[in-house]
């Protein structure tokens, strides 16, 4: 559980990251998309964990 909470929290530094690079660089549509995919999978992936653990 530690673990995987640890992952999602790396996860979510990386591509923070990765969002500001692009918007940055001026890339916003690009840096849009980044974040709503990464948002949709830390969504799915917090559910699963949920519902494994119950």
């Known amino acids: 559980m ?7 929290i790396v996860e979510t530094l990386v591509t923070a990251t990765g969002h500001a690079i692009l918007k940055f660089l001026g890339w916003d549509q690009a840096a849009e ?8 999978a830390c969504i799915a992936t917090g559910f699963a964990i949920w519902w494994l653990g119950s």
Do not use: M, P, R
């Not at 530690?2 to 999602?8: E, G, N, P, R, W």
């Open 33 to 40: 998309f980044v974040g709503a995919v990464v948002g949709l």
């Open 2 to 8: 530690l673990q995987s909470l640890l992952s999602a």
